[in-house]
């Protein structure tokens, strides 16, 4: 019962062993039956030995010969065209008809082998029909009758049995077609796999490059200002020697400027937000820087917010308070001619902006040009920035100041339960 395969194998001897078998009975039974008949006897034996001998000679002895169409359609017309006439001759040679019926199925392709199972059907129909008397309307009909009744069923077996073989193929070629499938998606996930990894290498080396930038910029943003400052108050120190109140200003703020730079490096190693923003909102921290600033510079700083204010991301935060932080340490560094410093906090619908300008000597060269000669603090500046899908713009003007302005989108901030 495993499909076609199986069935050839089971059928196999009923065609090549069981006609000679049934050829072989009935011969017997003939003999049985006429051995008093010597030549209607002989005419029956030498029926069973032709259909013996075409038989062999037909099929049995040429295995080549299975594969080819029309040779076994005449091969089986022959077969019950013998069947035909033992039958009309003796009745029990209808013992004949399940090897015709055998050879209809198993050799003839569909829908020619119906033709060839109505023929071996009227072969056992006569045979049955052996005491009706044909020679009345009525005998007639009822032979008929009986034709129709052997025609029909085995007919419908072999429309059932080509129904059965094309969904057995169906199925086969569904198989066939979902093992292939099978097969190409293991090579796609092995293959996925692969790429998987390599993108989870490429992911870690541009993670770890991130974070290196990150902690070059909170280096900057924190040690690397607060010991420019410390610097400069030193040596303004240096410079003010002769004047003790002087001096102990510049040391005072240089002190101060060590404790704050020691301060937001423990939170940068902690990533925790700068001490400003800790305590309050953006406004009031880049407030507080700028008045931090402004006493240790003696430059006036005036901070304007304008808008609605409102809470952003922490990260928003944190890169524009550390725009506001270079910009003011630019100015400290750069700017030595200016005398006052504005920054403007504006609140927008759908950007929130900082500008820092002051009133220094500028400059009349292109602002990437500052970026490339300026050292990391105006590229962290615009890293931070553009990492948050921002916009960063420097302008200047020799003798007009510059002006720096950090936008970015105003996004609320994400709600943590």
């Not at 400027?257 to 939170?267: K, Q, S, V």
Request: include cysteine; proline fraction near 4%.
């Amino acid at each position: 019962m495993a499909g076609p395969a199986g069935w050839e194998q089971r059928f196999r001897p009923m065609v090549t062993v069981v006609p000679y078998v049934l050829l072989a009975v009935m011969a017997a039974l003939t003999i049985a039956f006429k051995h008093d008949q010597p030549g209607s006897l002989a005419v029956d034996l030498a029926l069973c030995a032709a259909a013996a001998v075409w038989s062999l000679a037909l099929f049995t002895l040429r295995p080549a010969w299975r594969d080819r169409t029309g040779m076994m359609g005449v091969f089986l017309a022959g077969l019950i065209l013998f069947g035909l006439v033992m039958v009309l001759r003796n009745p029990w040679f209808g013992l004949y008809t399940p090897a015709l019926y055998f050879y209809a199925y198993r050799i003839i392709d569909w829908p020619r082998e119906l033709y060839f199972i109505a023929g071996a059907a009227v072969v056992a129909g006569t045979a049955q029909s052996a005491g009706v008397d044909t020679g009345s309307w009525v005998g007639r009909l009822e032979y008929l009758g009986i034709l129709g009744v052997n025609i029909a069923p085995m007919c419908l077996l072999a429309w059932m049995g080509e129904i059965g073989a094309r969904y057995y193929a169906s199925r086969e070629a569904a198989l066939r077609e979902a093992r292939e499938a099978n097969a190409r998606l293991a090579a796609a996930l092995a293959e996925n796999a692969a790429l998987q990894e390599r993108l989870i290498e490429q992911a870690r080396a541009a993670g770890v490059l991130d974070e290196r930038a990150r902690m070059a910029r909170e280096i900057h943003d924190t040690l690397a200002q607060s010991l420019t400052g410390i610097v400069t108050q030193l040596q303004a120190a240096e410079h003010a020697a002769d004047d003790p109140a002087a001096w102990r200003r510049h040391h005072t703020a240089a002190t101060s400027l060590a404790r704050d730079g020691l301060t937001e490096a423990r939170r940068s190693v902690n990533e925790l937000r700068p001490e400003p923003l800790e305590t309050g909102r953006l406004a009031d921290a880049i407030t507080e820087v700028a008045a931090r600033w402004s006493a240790r510079h003696s430059i006036p700083a005036q901070v304007t917010v304008t808008g609605e204010t409102r809470t952003m991301r922490p990260e928003a935060e944190v890169a524009l308070l550390r725009v506001a932080q270079e910009a003011l340490a630019n100015v400290a560094k750069h700017a030595d001619t200016a005398t006052r410093v504005g920054l403007t906090l504006s609140y927008m619908d759908r950007q929130v902006a900082l500008d820092v300008r002051d009133d220094g000597r500028g400059f009349d060269y292109p602002a990437a040009q500052v970026e490339r000669g300026g050292g990391f603090g105006l590229v962290a500046m615009r890293q931070r920035i553009e990492a948050l899908s921002g916009t960063l713009q420097i302008e200047s003007e020799v003798g007009g100041g510059t002006g720096i302005s950090a936008c970015l989108p105003a996004e609320a901030p994400e709600v943590r339960s």
